[in-house]
Each structure stands twice: as C-alpha cells, then as structure tokens.
C-alpha cells in the first residue's frame, strides 16, 4: 500500500511525500501497477476514491517534457472537474521540470485557449464538446498522445458525449494506453469500453463506507403529495443548506418551481446548462444565499460542497451505493448531517434493499404537522460586481469597503467570490438591501461599479 512499492522515481516518491500522500488508497493500490505497466485499465470508482492520483501519475510518467506536443489527455464531463483533475496533475509534474498542463472547456473564450496551444503543451484536459472543436480547427494536434483517460465516462454518456469522445479518439494513435474510470458500468459503458480498449485491466474497488454520523430518516408519501411533503419536511427541520436528489432533470425543474412558490429559495442543476449558469447557482448555494439545490446524481457528482446541513431523497434511487454517495454529502468533519428520505408505496422496495445492503438503521416518522410552518427564509443575499481580476479586484478590496467605509459588521459579509470580469458578495439578508444602495454610491479601488443583486 506504500507508493514506494511502484517504480516511480526519487523525485517522484518525494514529491508524492511532500504532498502527504504516503498510503495508497484502494483505487490506487489495485490499478496503479497495471497502469505503470503500460497496460489498459478499466476501473470503477466514486468520485473522491482518489482515482485522479493514480491515473495522473500514469499521465506523468509517461511524458517526454522536451517535446511541446499533446501527449496525455483527460476528458471530463464537466469545468469543474476538469479544473480539480488539472490542478491534481500540475502537482504530480512538480517531479518534473517545464510540464504545461492546459485545461480546455466550454464556457470560456475560444481565442485564448487556441493562443495557448501554439506555444505547446504536454497534458490536456478538458470537456469533449470543446476539445472536438479544437481538434477539428487544426487547433490541437493529438497524433503524439499515448494516454488517453475518460474520467467518469458513465456520466459524460448520459450527457451525450459519445460521438465526440469516439472523433477524438480517431485524432489519436491507435497505439495509446487507455484508461477509462466510471463509477457505474452499465451495459452500454461496456460496450464502448470495448471498443476503445485492448485486453483491460479491470478495477473493483468496494462500496464507499457508509457514514454514520447522521440522522437516516425516513417519510412515506405518494406521488402526488411528494413535492408537498419535501417542502413540509425542509419548513420543519429548517436546514440553512440542503441538496435535495431527484432522478430525472424535468423532475428536478418542477420541484425547484414548487418549493418557490412556498417560499424556499431553490435553484437547480443539471447537465444542460451554460457552464456560466452552473457557478452562478453554485455559488449562491455555497455561499448561503439559495436554501435548496435541486440536483440529479450526474449533476451533482464532484461538487465540492463542504458544509451541507442536510441532503433529502425526494425519491429513493434504486441503486445502493448511490445512496449511499447522496448520503454521505451530509454529516462531514464531525458535524451532525440530517438524511430525509420520502419513499411511496411502489418505491418501498428500494428501501428494503438499501436496509439489507447498508450498516446504517433506517428511522421510519410520521410526517410533521404542516400548522404554523413558516417560510424557509435563506440567510444570506448575493451581490454580483461587474468587475473581477482581470480588473486587479481582490477579496480584500471588496471586504475592505464593507466593513471599514460602510461600517458593516465583520459576520454580515460571506463569502467572497473573484471570477476573471465579475464578482460576488455574500451580505446578510436583512442588510442587503440597503448595502447595495450604499455600496452603489462607494469606490471600490477608486472606481465605482455596476452592480445587482443575483
């Protein structure tokens, strides 16, 4: 289990030392031999099993840094992934010298990535719909790759990528190592493995732990009265921070319009939006301005959600250890999580299945009485700045005028957040209102700027 075991080199060993990284987990363990052997690899596992470090440093090892070409790849399904698996990748080529990892996605100008590939890079990683564009524009050259990584390739199908991930893997060599990572292999995943992989390794890992440090409760309803009683459920517990699981898009679309009409700020997300939409809604919710994120399993997967107060089922998923990943989002770092869970007569078997499969008692209530329920108010309020850091704006330039020129107490500011031409503010809801008028009126770094509330 100790990264010494695999033949990397000094460098490596200690850079991996230095990263805290001594033991391996399991994912690595079983899968890093094979993939520093050179061989295909097939391996299932959730997001958080550590799957980036093993095939990360399979990409590593492999890279020459004196030539400027293309020579390892990662598609993912989504920004956000592709930033945290480009910024993991950077930090194993620190054991090398003059690597250029470059991340590729929609939702950010074209021009710029196509400037930064004239000048080279070893590694990409990037989502399929935008690396395809690059590739057919004679952008991107990938006839020097030899890895060639699919990160959660269950949910880049259901995203409808397979016809641009099978044109990029036509613009790469036919003699490649490939490594696919899923964490579910349904038939049709299988399929497309074979047909991109020779002889694969494959990769088990068993079922994430099961958390234990949360309340696993459990409501019956029925279809007509689901949306009613998750509204019910979320006035009684008041949780400042939910993310509520449905299966279906539409589904998660209605119930985000029912919760605001009762008064529950909602906001949803699902793999058909806008990368620019997608942080709009994460960072109201991270930053408290939004009680309730409506999110299918694809959706929410790799969202890196530190403080959640609770997560509700609003229908039970069939599969067990998805359950088991949209609970184990509540009850982090020793804080109490809360699992609300509403199951209808027909669904009843899924949970007789999760209480079989899971070391974790499942509480069976009556639903609260819905008299005198009052509305589930979010604490927070965003203020969005059209101004970011390409305008040199910083954290401290916006907090600094909040508290010292508005007079604002330290605790009615929340999170600050800087993007590249905007920027966003978290003030406390009761003060809010009459801070964005204030704040209209101030400079900030000497300029005044547009401004609204999100």
Known sequence: MNFSSLPLSPA???????????????????????????????????????????FGLGIVQKINPAFFGAQGIVLCPTRELADQVAQ??????????????????????LRPQIESLKHGAHIIVGTPGRVLDLVRGQHLDLNHIKVFVLDEADRMMDMGFFEDIGEISQATPLRKQT???????????????????????VVETSPEAVNHNLDHLFFKTSADTRFADCALLLKHYRPTSTLAFCNTKIQCEELADYLEEQGIKSLVLHGDMEQRDREDVLVQFINRSCSVLVATDVAARGLDIESLDAIINVELTPNVATHIHRIGRTGRKEAKGLALNLVTDKEMYRAERIEKNIDLALEWLELPNNSRQKPLIAPMKTICIRGGKKEKLRPGDILGTLTKDLGLPGNAVGKINIFDFVSFVAIDRNLAEDTINRLRKTKIKGKEWLMRFM
């Not at 993991?88 to 470059?102: D, F, G, H, W």
């Open 12 to 54: 490596q060993l200690h850079n991996l030392q230095e990263l805290g990284y001594t033991e391996m987990r399991p994912i690595q363990a079983q899968s890093l031999p094979a993939i520093l052997e050179g061989k295909d690899v097939r391996g299932q596992a959730e997001t958080g099993s550590g799957k980036t470090l093993a």
């Open 88 to 109: 993991q990748i950077r930090k194993l080529a620190r054991a090398l010298s003059n690597i250029k990892v470059l991340t590729l996605c929609g939702g950010s100008a």
């Open 179 to 201: 490594l696919f990572f899923s964490a579910t292999y349904p038939e049709h995943i299988l399929k497309m493995s074979e047909g991109f992989q020779r002889n694969p390794v």
